[in-house]
């Protein structure tokens, strides 16, 4: 026979441990915060056979990010990004690559009422595949998924309390089996929930 003490006594042990949980559960910070951005950037790549004439290749970003640390000097960001762009073929005359990337990063920014500046490094997925091949080029280039990483400056201006503009300059490595570094210049957009 179970007394009722007994019937009890468990379902009242996780009562009291939740609601201790709960108490005890820390408080948000009172300056986290979230954004999530789109961006834009042209492309160089250094790392490859073919003669780069500038920044001639274009692509495309989306991010979120949380805000991990602040003060009143300073700010660290956790970023996830997924970045596609374009990159020339590894030899003249070869088709152009298309590059898909699932990047983490970090930033270190310095901050002002108005204004952040600062580094950002990080590694991530980058899968590196060819266009079809047009008249009179030759498939030189196979389609790769290889380890990378990115790192380079940033500024960042506020243009309303949730919205801000920024400015970015960096380079990726990419270990494919031709290795590409590709330098690039980009803008965004985000959003600060």
């Given amino acids: 026979m179970t007394s009722t003490f007994a019937r009890w006594r468990l379902p009242g042990v996780v009562l009291l441990l939740a609601g201790g949980a709960l108490a ?8 986290q915060s979230f954004a999530a951005g789109l961006g834009a950037a042209t492309y ?4 490859t056979a073919t003669n780069v004439e500038g920044f001639k290749q274009w692509g495309g970003d989306a991010y979120a990010e949380v805000l991990l640390e602040t003060s009143t000097s300073f700010v660290t960001v956790f970023q996830g990004r997924y970045s596609r762009f374009e990159l020339p ?3 003249p005359g070869a088709p152009t690559l298309r590059v898909n990337a699932g990047i983490a990063r970090v930033s270190y920014r310095w901050r002002d009422a108005w204004f952040q500046a600062g580094f950002f490094g990080g590694g991530g997925v980058f899968g590196v595949s060819p266009e079809s091949p047009g008249a009179g080029q030759v498939a030189v280039d196979g389609s790769e998924t290889a380890a990378g990483a ?15 503009f920024r400015l970015e300059f960096g380079g990726d490595y990419i270990a494919t089996t031709v290795i590409h570094r590709p330098l690039f210049i980009g803008g965004s957009v985000s959003y600060k929930f």
Avoid: I
């Fill in 150 to 164: 990115t790192f380079g400056v940033e500024a960042l201006f506020r243009l309303t309390d949730r919205l801000d």
């Fill in 24 to 31: 005890l559960r820390p408080a948000p910070l009172a300056a």
């Fill in 89 to 91: 073929g590894t030899q």
């Fill in 44 to 47: 160089a790549d250094t790392g």
